[in-house]
């Protein structure tokens, strides 16, 4: 035991939690944490500037790294500018821990100044959040915190400290020993279950994948492949599941959903046995859930078990670690699988990929021409993450994954402005490989200021804006459903964004041809500072594939 501030105390259970970096803002609420982490050489942080983009760095830093991202903020406004950060980060399974600063425990309650009820605000959208309400709180919280946020199915955890807490000193306690009573996650499958799903697969005629997020959260790519070769059952991705297959692997179909690839899209439905894996049946990936996989038996593996029949109910549902569960399968299946001929159907998948990637060669400045252009030039561990609407489904649909974790998108919220500080966090975490932000005029806009903390922080990333002028996935919309009537989607001719990364100290690129793209992605590589590549694209240009919203997936607008 020891006696220190809850201030140090905190600094010291981060330190015990190997935490390398924060991303955060100071404020007068936390000011006592921010005068302990000055005297810190352990810790890095990295001044945002704005709390939002705070916790999507801390997001992406996540989700790059598989580790636990850490964001901060003060009371008040400094707290609920997280907010959308933190609902992102639950959407999205990300293991992340905000701290914010509240008022000394005397005026919670009281409306003081720059007061927020922070925990009663994202109670909804955390896995759980605490208020520390004695300075030896602290130590156990922090180990708590960090334990709900990165087992079972990963998310945010928040911890709010009132300031006295932060100035008060007691005795501390620093154990490593977590227990939580009522929160045991599920990590083995029941082995009936496995047997069951088993004998299903392995009398499949037409077996399909569908890989969520969840592979990758469980680190079961390696296994995804090695069943998906056993049962030579093609696999379809959902957004967050991008690149837990290789895309130019024989087996992989690509995106399922909304904006599917033709080959996902057709093939799922076809599927007598679907094995879904980490993924939630989310209305974007099933289109109209009558409709979905009417005739297919239904495998759904997921380690959470409020997931197991929210949207479909399976016909066997694994409460598991999807690594574990995977690997459960085939050591069952490679007993009993009898090898059957698939060629009519694997030559009918490889016809259907072909559509897709003809979808893709069109000539100019064409978004998914300029997908295939940047593949060709970034090492296959770069990191992509994206913005929201447009550019992030041309990303998805035409710009490939060959790893886990070098995809980075927000799914479930659709949070316009996150790719640009999510590749923040992501460069810091790997900082040794290329970074990428592939955006839209709009989104990056919602959250450019942050090219400062960028400049700043010495943190060089690449943003590729797909320059159209327009909300582009509203202006769709609205062309598609609405007879043309853009209501409120004409952004204008302003800013120029050369001029704007120039202000900041970043660089900015304008090109007009594919050698120039080319050569401005190369260069903007070797540099030190982030680059900024302007690349003007037609406002008519829509994405597709597209299914209609309620219709079923196989009903797509293919342009």
Known sequence: MAEMTGAKALVEALKRQKVEVIFGIPG?????????????????????????????????????????????????????????????AYMDSSPVVAFTGQVPRAYIGKDAFQETDIIGITTP??????????????????????????????????????KDVQ???????????????????????????????ADLLANAEKPVIIAGGGVISAAASRELIMLAELLQAPVATTLMGKGCIPEDHPLSLGLLGMHGTVASNLTVPEADVLLAVGMRF??????NVEKFCPDA?????????????????????????????????????IKKLKRRERSKWMSRIAELKKQ????????????????????????????????????????????????????????????????????????????????????????????EQDLASSVKEKIPVIVIILDN???????????????????????????????????FGAQGTYVGSISEFRRAVKEAMRSDVTTVIDVPIHPEENVFPMVPPGEEITKMIKG
């Open 469 to 503: 002028r327009y909300l582009g996935m509203v202006a769709q919309w609205q062309r598609l459903f609405y007879d043309r009537r853009y209501s409120a989607t004409h952004l204008g001719e302003t800013p120029d964004f050369i001029k704007l990364a120039e202000a």
């Open 125 to 162: 959208i955390t896995k759980y959040n605490f208020q520390a309400s004695r300075p030896s709180d602290i130590p156990w919280m922090v180990r708590a915190a960090f334990y709900i946020a990165s087992t079972g199915r990963p998310g945010p955890v928040l911890i709010d400290l009132p």
């Open 356 to 447: 897709h990637e003809e979808m893709s060669e069109k000539p100019g400045l064409s978004p998914p021409r300029l997908m295939k252009e940047l593949r060709k030039i970034l090492p296959t561990d770069a990191i992509i993450t994206t913005e929201v609407g447009q550019n992030q489904m041309w990303a998805a649909l035409y710009l490939k994954a060959y790893k886990p974790r070098t995809f980075i998108s927000s799914g479930g919220l659709g949070t316009m402005g996150f790719g640009f500080p999510a590749s923040l966090g992501a460069k810091v975490a790997c900082p040794d490989v290329p970074v990428v932000d592939i955006a839209g005029d709009g989104s990056f806009l919602m959250t």
């Open 28 to 88: 007068g609420a936390i000011m006592p944490v921010y005068d302990v982490l000055y005297d810190t050489e352990e810790i890095r942080h990295v001044l945002m500037r704005h709390e939002q983009c705070a916790a999507h760095a801390a997001d992406g830093y996540a989700r790059a790294s598989g580790r636990v991202g850490v964001c901060m903020a003060t009371s008040g406004p400094g707290a609920t500018n997280l907010v959308t950060g933190i609902a992102n």
């Open 167 to 197: 100035t008060g000193a007691e005795d501390m306690e620093f154990d490593d020993d977590v227990e939580i009573r009522g929160y045991k996650p599920n990590y083995e499958p029941h082995p009936l279950q496995i047997e069951r799903a």
């Open 282 to 287: 989310s209305d974007r990936t099933t289109g």
């Open 297 to 333: 038996k239904i495998i759904h593996i997921d380690i959470d078990t409020a997931e197991i029949g929210k949207n479909i109910e399976p016909h066997i549902p694994i409460v598991a670690d999807a690594k574990r569960a995977l690997k459960s399968l085939y050591d069952r299946l």
